[in-house]
């Protein structure tokens, strides 16, 4: 994250009269640090091969018997530095005699690391500087641990406000800016989130902070298998302000995979936005497709999901089509992703397709209801997925918004007339979400439909038609929804 220095030059090397503030705390830590050492392995393979953070230390703290008190600063420690890394960069980049692209790989890894610690919790200094200096002396030599320790050292220095004043880009000529560095994203993706918003800095402000929160977990209870209230009594949960179905878990309330009723298929992990937009498919009012119909609404058991993996939706939909009789078909192109849509909808009136979405063999007109949960860029669920604001390119956009088009155009061809189709993205970029429908809209015969109608009780769902969502304002991923009707 270069760039976000206020000038053109790189900011000088603070040199500070007084000492270090924090200086006190335990003795040094033991060698032996499960915790971190997964972390920065963790972050390793973030940056070696491209690998999910949120994929690779869960399995790692299980193979390892990582749990408590370990598992948790691990899993702090490691989403924190991801999420952070642009912010870490600049201020490490700001405290070394070289620039961040010739330092040593796994040297910037335990410096992400240990200026995590510094600039973000509360680990006292001492021990976030000595903790990270003996990993690299362990892995890397003494050598690059000496660097790793002068630096850290000046990091320390000051704490995150101060590091902010100092690099972030000014407030008045560079406001939104100024708020992407403040609150660790990179300037397009703050941009992006702007230009959804309307450009009120305050709301920008809150959705940047939410979205650098740790999120709660959120469950979606099996419709016809289990209540929304018995599924938080099992849990120790919430039941969801807004989906019938959700339970809100606390941050950080341990793997949602060993819950039981997850294990056992009463329950899966679903953001609440997710839920809601899946609903909306099943609430949009149909039209008879037949000439004397009038709007008795004509069939509604033949549903589609047309990205369906790794089948979250699909899940949910198949239970509501289910309880009606009806079935949902599930087309997902990736084999793999489509054993997890096999997997999650095991028990429920489902058949999967393993194809490309654009070239089946549907017959024009064949389903009642489409979702179109298209592939996109997934700025809406970056709280998620603690490196993917690093990762993402703005060059990502124009690929996925072509085709998001032709998905949608093509699933405005499968459904029967009087027939809805969502489109939902999570995403809040207005490319992805109001470009796109808006483009297929001008060259498709179409009714666009109020989509807020269809989130009952959801506050702030501004002027319409669409819904966009927002984790400041709903707690909900930034998830995008458009209701579309093909004209009888
Ligand atoms: C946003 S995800 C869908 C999430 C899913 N609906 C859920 O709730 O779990 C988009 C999915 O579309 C799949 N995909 C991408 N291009 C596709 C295409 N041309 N046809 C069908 N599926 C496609 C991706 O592999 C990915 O699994």
């Not at 948790?72 to 924190?80: I, P, Q, W």
């Not at 362990?138 to 000496?146: D, F, N, P």
């Not at 769902?461 to 709903?474: F, N, S, T």
Request: hydrophobic content about 40%; proline content about 7%; charged content about 25%.
């Amino acid at each position: 994250m270069t760039g976000h220095s206020r000038g053109a030059s790189k900011p000088s090397r603070p040199q500070r009269p007084h000492p270090p503030r924090r200086r006190t705390g335990p003795t040094r830590p033991p060698v032996e640090d499960p915790a971190r050492l997964a972390a920065l392995e963790t972050l390793r393979a973030v940056r070696q091969r491209d690998a999910y953070a949120n994929l690779v230390l869960p399995q790692m703290l299980r193979d390892r018997r990582i749990t408590g008190r370990d598992a948790a600063l691990a899993t702090e420690l490691t989403y924190g530095s991801a999420r952070a890394q642009g912010l870490l960069d600049a201020v490490i980049e700001a405290c070394s005699d070289r620039p961040l692209s010739e330092v040593d790989g796994s040297a910037l890894d335990a410096l992400r690391l240990g200026a995590y610690q510094l600039l973000r919790t509360r680990i006292p200094a001492h021990a976030a500087v000595a903790s990270t200096v003996d990993l690299v002396r362990a892995e890397l030599g003494s050598g690059i641990a000496g660097f790793v320790n002068a630096v850290l050292r000046r990091v320390a220095e000051q704490d995150e406000a101060a590091w902010v004043d100092e690099l972030a880009p000014d407030p008045d000529t560079d406001p939104i800016g100024n708020l992407a560095f403040t609150h660790a994203h990179p300037r397009w993706i703050a941009q992006a989130f702007a230009e959804a918003l309307g450009s009120r800095e305050e709301s920008l402000k809150r959705a940047l902070e939410a979205d650098d929160a740790r999120p709660a977990v959120h469950l979606v209870a099996r419709p016809g298998e289990v209540s929304a209230d018995e599924l938080a009594a099992i849990t120790g949960g919430d039941v969801a302000p807004y989906s019938p179905y959700g339970v809100h878990l606390e941050a950080g309330a341990g793997d949602p995979g060993d819950l039981e009723p997850v294990r056992e298929h009463l329950a899966n992990v679903q953001d609440e936005g997710s839920q809601l937009c899946a609903l909306a498919l099943t609430r949009a009012p149909l039209l008879s497709g037949d000439e004397e119909g009038g709007d008795n609404g004509g069939t509604d058991d033949r549903w589609l999901d047309l990205c369906a993996g790794p089948g979250g939706k699909a899940a949910l939909l198949a239970a509501l089509v289910g309880i009606e009789g009806g079935e949902l078909i599930a087309v997902e192109k990736a084999p793999h992703r489509a054993e997890l849509v096999r997997k999650l909808t095991s028990g429920l009136p489902v058949t999967v397709h393993v194809a490309d979405g654009l070239e089946t063999d549907f017959v024009e007109g064949a389903f009642d209801r489409v979702l179109v949960d298209a592939p996109c860029t997934g700025l809406g669920a970056l709280r998620r997925r603690p490196e993917a604001r690093w990762r993402r390119q703005p060059a990502d956009v124009g690929t996925l918004t072509k085709l998001q088009r032709e998905l949608l155009t093509e699933a405005l061809r499968l459904v029967r007339p009087g027939g809805v189709v969502a489109y939902v993205v999570c995403s809040p970029h207005l490319s992805e979400t109001v470009g796109v429908v808006t483009d297929v809209a001008r060259r498709t015969e179409v009714e666009v439909l109020d989509a807020r109608e269809f989130f009952p009780g959801v506050p702030d769902l501004g002027e319409g038609p669409h819904v966009q969502l927002w984790p400041h304002l709903h707690g909900t991923d930034a998830m995008f929804c458009a209701v579309l009707r093909r004209p009888v």
